[in-house]
């Protein structure tokens, strides 16, 4: 049995969902059901893996409010459907940021996502020290998780670590570093969406927000 866990960058794939949503003319994929779409690449990774988990990291844009009222709440809507799937969801947030136009000189406020990239390593890190999976696929095309996985190979020659790189978001550093990589197509993001409305385990409907 090949135990595997899938740790998602949501950042990083919402901007290549909302890219595929942009190339497929208007289909909608933003109301992506994340565990299917991992289930669906376990006979790939193959050696009878199984799926042990999927961890979903991410942080909610509340800055973004006044120029897109409900973009918080969407994305709490769709996080209540990742978890009722199974997909264990851990928030990280953003932090202001005053930083220099190089344009025109002036100090301007800016919102970073903090801490998610750390989350990501340290939650690979804890499942292998206690040998609670067998691959670890990293679904992101960040080059910041590359220093965690190159520490993972020295402490864990037995593991394996996959990419799974979101639509448009191959990276060739990232590739080097593993033997295995899956590259994620628009036509799947399209194929795995939730059912709308999302029935929850309680019976409550949650509707796809109507700008997805």
Same mark, same amino acid.
């Given at each position: 049995? =090949?135990?595997?866990?899938?740790?998602?960058?949501?950042?990083?794939?919402?901007?290549?969902? @909302?890219?595929?949503?942009?190339?497929?003319?208007?289909? $909608?994929?933003?109301?992506?059901?994340?565990?299917?779409?991992?289930?669906?690449?376990?006979?790939?990774?193959?050696?009878?893996? +199984?799926?042990?988990?999927?961890?979903?990291?991410?942080?909610?844009?509340?800055?973004?409010?006044?120029?897109? #009222?409900?973009?918080? $709440?969407?994305?709490?809507?769709?996080?209540?459907?990742?978890?009722?799937?199974?997909?264990?969801? +851990?928030?990280?947030? !953003?932090?202001? /940021?005053?930083?220099?136009?190089?344009?025109?000189?002036?100090?301007?406020?800016?919102?970073?996502?903090?801490?998610?990239?750390?989350?990501?390593?340290? @939650?690979?890190?804890?499942?292998? %020290?206690?040998?609670?999976?067998?691959? &670890?696929?990293?679904?992101?095309?960040?080059?910041? &998780?590359?220093?965690?996985?190159?520490?993972? !190979?020295?402490? !864990?020659?037995?593991?394996?670590?996959?990419?799974?790189? #979101?639509?448009?978001?191959?990276? =060739?550093?990232?590739?080097?570093?593993?033997?295995? $990589?899956? /590259?994620?197509?628009?036509? %799947?993001?399209? /194929?795995? +969406? !939730? #059912?709308?409305?999302?029935?929850?385990?309680?019976?409550? #409907?949650?509707?796809?927000?109507? $700008?997805?």
């Amino acid at each position: 049995m =090949n135990r595997t866990v899938f740790l998602i960058d949501g950042f990083n794939l919402y901007h290549s969902v @909302k890219e595929a949503s942009r190339d497929l003319r208007g289909v $909608s994929t933003k109301w992506l059901d994340i565990a299917s779409l991992c289930k669906s690449y376990l006979y790939i990774i193959g050696n009878k893996a +199984q799926l042990q988990g999927i961890y979903y990291f991410s942080a909610l844009a509340r800055h973004l409010e006044a120029a897109n #009222p409900g973009v918080t $709440s969407r994305h709490q809507a769709f996080i209540r459907c990742l978890e009722a799937s199974g997909v264990v969801c +851990q928030l990280n947030r !953003f932090k202001p /940021k005053t930083i220099r136009c190089p344009y025109c000189h002036k100090d301007i406020l800016r919102h970073e996502e903090k801490e998610t990239d750390v989350a990501i390593s340290i @939650k690979m890190i804890e499942l292998l %020290h206690k040998d609670e999976c067998d691959t &670890i696929v990293l679904l992101t095309g960040d080059t910041d &998780i590359a220093p965690a996985v190159r520490t993972v !190979f020295l402490l !864990f020659p037995g593991k394996e670590i996959w990419f799974a790189f #979101p639509y448009k978001r191959m990276n =060739n550093e990232l590739n080097r570093l593993v033997k295995k $990589s899956i /590259k994620i197509s628009r036509d %799947h993001y399209k /194929k795995y +969406q !939730f #059912p709308d409305p999302f029935v929850m385990p309680d019976g409550t #409907p949650v509707s796809k927000p109507s $700008s997805w």
